[in-house]
């Protein structure tokens, strides 16, 4: 068996007038991520991760922000095409790891939803994704509340 691990990375803007969207459910705030899509950065680290553990370039390459298809979509859509990628380059998930840093609001209780949530997106058990939150302690865009971003790993094996 081959395994492979990918890292993935984003951020986004914070902005009233958007919605919050993280790991594929609504956080209500009363910021949005701005993108040119839902703005979901951890679905966004999450795709990147598995593109670049099966050295299939990144999310950007993939799903392009000149598109304008993608004007809005909703990331869960993204993150299913991108596993029906790595499928076809026959690779399955072993496990996510991933940290989105945002300061407010509480990401906690929602973790078990999103992770409900791209468990089924995936078709992977929860066991295999971990999702955790962090501060920055007030420091940086995440800690003054301009910005959100996420880390994701994955291991894939073949």
Same mark, same amino acid.
């Given at each position: 068996m081959k395994?492979?691990?990918?890292?993935?990375?984003?951020?986004?803007?914070?902005a009233s007038g958007f919605k919050l969207w993280l790991g594929g459910i609504h956080v209500p705030f009363d910021k949005g991520s701005v993108g040119h899509s839902d703005g979901d950065v951890l679905i966004h680290?999450?795709?990147?991760a598995l593109f670049g553990a099966a050295n299939l370039r990144d999310i950007g390459y993939h799903f392009p922000d000149?598109?304008?298809?993608l004007k809005g979509v909703d990331s869960k859509i993204l993150l299913r095409k991108t596993m029906e990628i790595i499928r076809k380059a026959g690779y399955e998930v072993g496990n996510v790891d991933s940290t989105i840093c945002?300061?407010?609001?509480?990401i906690n209780p929602f973790i078990p939803e999103m992770q409900e949530v791209l468990s /089924?997106?995936?078709?992977?058990?929860? +066991?295999?994704? /971990?999702?955790?939150a962090t501060t920055? +302690?007030?420091?940086?865009?995440e800690g003054r509340g301009e910005g959100v971003s996420a880390y994701a790993v994955v291991m894939l094996y073949k």
């Open positions: 395994w492979r691990v990918g890292m993935g990375f984003d951020v986004h803007q914070l680290a999450i795709c990147d000149s598109d304008p298809m945002l300061q407010q609001p509480k /089924s997106v995936m078709q992977i058990s929860v +066991e295999d994704i /971990s999702i955790k920055t +302690e007030k420091m940086g865009f």
